[in-house]
């Protein structure tokens, strides 16, 4: 059974910075394309960041810049490091992993964490 368990968020003043954490247990983050999304209140679910099999990297151009993936694979562990955060960054924020290793189709993510609040007051 794939277990996704998110860590790191918080509330933050504009500028500041978070790190979330994203431990897996019944899957190997090595294989496959791995992601960060967020969704805000009344608004729709985006990806913000994806690292493929091989470590390449994606991200949506409102965060591209200041957010980092990253993943250790011999802690099966994902990463996202968020600098300069902005009050539009808050939402709550989500690890997921695919069942493809490359290219990362925004639509093939099966596997969700629980989600962790990131809150960015002006």
């Known amino acids: 059974q794939v277990q996704l368990v998110e860590s790191g968020g918080g509330s933050v003043q504009a500028g500041g910075s978070l790190r979330l954490s994203c431990a897996a247990s019944?899957?190997?983050?090595?294989?496959?394309?791995m992601g960060w999304f967020r969704q805000a209140p009344g608004k729709e679910r985006e990806r913000v960041a994806a690292?493929?099999?091989?470590?390449?990297?994606s991200y949506a151009d409102s965060v591209k810049g200041r957010f980092t993936i990253s993943k250790d694979n011999a802690k099966n562990t994902l990463y996202l490091q968020m600098n300069s955060l902005k009050p539009e960054d808050t939402a709550m924020y989500y690890c997921?992993?695919?069942?493809?290793?490359?290219?990362?189709?925004?639509?093939?993510?099966?596997?969700w964490g629980q989600g962790t609040q990131v809150t960015v007051s002006s």
């Open positions: 019944g899957y190997t983050y090595s294989s496959y394309c």
């Open positions: 997921a992993a695919s069942i493809t290793a490359w290219l990362c189709p925004p639509d093939e993510y099966v596997y």
């Open positions: 690292i493929d099999s091989d470590g390449s990297t």
